[in-house]
């Protein structure tokens, strides 16, 4: 009897079917992606919950880098600034000061000779007092 | 004792108080010719029989030792000439060149009469200066007796009167009580009245108090505050509470070289507080003063006073810088004599 009919791939009609050459053709040209996009296809094999704690992760990383960079902008410029008019002026004027006082004691010390290099410069003082008194 | 009227919280009819403000303010409690700086008397010695509390000063020189600590700011070029005519008399010309404001040129003259009641200290004192543009600033201060002294104070741009007030104080053993009459209109019925007491509850505390009633056609109130303050031997703490608001100073002075001080403010009227911190910096061998402050309002300043020695002159550089609007305003003056 004709009744049963072995069901079997070959036994289809081939024309509903498409040809095996034009299959893999088909599917390279649907399937046409870039390098990056396959690789991140592979991500895929990762659970979900991996997935988004490491996108969570580096995307707030990105955004406090960023934060911490204009952040860092701003307090070096803020610093700078105000070292600028609070400090300063009082440090060019006690180095100056230094400077003059290194200065006259040297000239002293040239005058006087080397005793006289104390601050005070005293025994080279003495002799003019008794004079005016 | 600068104007009463800046401190009050009813805002004083006219704005010329900033105007005012140099000229009310140079001559507050010592008045000694022709250059000193007024020292800050701090009360008479505790000579008297047997009381060891001594006079506290008066209500407004409460804060004014920590307010010295901060810079002010600049604006502009100034120039201070300042003569002394005699051992009674100076006179004072400023010529302003400003950027903001307006420039101008103004004459000063102090006189300093011949009761003298103290080594610093003499009476009357009158003081006066007129704008090119007319406005007058005059303070008259005389010691009536040998505990009041009163004042007069007037202030006019151009030709208005912008504050009249007279004050008569009191300085008892231990206490000082003083009274301020400002702006009094008998024609509108308005005016300021202000009553100060401050007591010294022992050698390192005074309490004291104040009120102002101010009166327009149609409304009247009244503030009152309380103040106290401190003296360590190297600090003096001041806290004034009241109903236009909360402010603390703190004064400290670290060496003879460093004085520090922080300053609280917060006003009702405005809900706002703010923090500041000061610190003066006096190098007598650099001929150096420098004074710099930092605000809770993001606000850096500084001011550097310098003595070109062998000519009497004196240069100062000021310079402001706010961070959070990103305003800066510098100035320098000149001040010969």
Not at chain 1, 76 to 104: A, D, K, N, Y
Request: proline share 8%; with cysteine.
């Amino acid at each position: 009897m004709a009744g049963i009919e072995e069901l079997s791939p070959a036994v289809g009609p081939v024309d509903t079917r498409p040809p095996e050459g034009e299959i893999d053709e088909d599917e390279d040209e649907e399937l046409d992606e870039t390098f990056i996009e396959r690789l991140w296809g592979l991500t895929e094999m990762f659970p979900d919950t991996l997935r988004s704690a490491a996108e969570v992760t580096v995307s707030s990383s990105v955004t406090m880098a960023k934060k911490l960079y204009s952040f860092s902008r701003a307090a070096l410029w803020v610093g700078t600034t105000s070292f600028m008019i609070l400090v300063l002026p009082v440090v060019f004027e006690t180095e100056r000061l230094q400077l003059e006082q290194q200065q006259l004691q040297q000239q002293r010390q040239i005058l006087l000779g080397p005793n006289a290099g104390m601050s005070g410069g005293m025994p080279g003082m003495m002799p003019p007092a008794p004079v005016k008194m | 004792m600068g104007s009463v009227l800046a401190a009050s919280s009813p805002p004083p009819p006219g704005s010329g108080v900033v105007q005012g403000a140099p000229g009310l303010v140079s001559v507050p409690p010592g008045f000694s010719m022709p250059s000193v700086p007024p020292p800050s008397v701090p009360g008479q010695p505790a000579g008297e029989t047997g009381s060891p509390l001594s006079n506290p000063g008066t209500y407004e020189e409460c804060h004014r030792k920590c307010k010295e600590v901060f810079p002010i700011q600049m604006e502009g070029v100034r120039l201070v000439i300042n003569k002394g005519l005699s051992n009674h008399f100076q006179v004072s010309h400023t010529v302003t060149l400003s950027t903001l404001a307006e420039s101008g040129y103004r004459f000063g003259a102090t006189y300093v009469g011949t009761q003298q009641t103290g080594p610093a200290e003499s009476f009357p004192v009158m003081v006066g200066d007129m704008d090119n543009t007319g406005s007058l600033n005059a303070q008259v201060i005389h010691q009536l007796t040998s505990a009041v002294r009163s004042k007069i104070a007037i202030q006019t741009q151009q030709h208005k009167f912008v504050n009249w007030q007279c004050d008569m104080e009191y300085r008892g053993d231990d206490f000082t009580s003083a009274v301020t009459l400002g702006n009094p209109d008998v024609l509108l019925s308005s005016g300021i009245i202000v009553a100060h007491y401050l007591q010294s509850i022992s050698p390192a505390l005074a309490l004291g108090g104040e009120l102002v009633y101010h009166r327009r056609p149609g409304e009247e109130g009244a503030v009152p505050s309380l103040m106290g303050r401190y003296t360590g031997n190297n600090y003096v703490a001041t806290l004034t509470l009241g109903g236009a608001g909360a402010h603390a100073t703190y004064y400290h002075r670290a060496n003879d070289q460093l004085q520090l001080g922080v300053e609280f403010e917060g006003s009702m009227r405005t809900q706002e507080t703010a923090v500041s911190f000061g610190y003066q910096l006096d190098l007598p061998k650099a001929n150096l003063l420098f004074k710099g402050s930092v605000d809770s309002n993001w606000v850096v300043g500084a001011v550097l006073e310098k003595k070109l020695l062998p000519l009497p002159l004196s240069l100062g550089l000021g310079a402001f810088l706010n961070q959070k609007k990103n305003k800066f305003q510098c100035g320098f003056n000149v001040t010969v004599g």
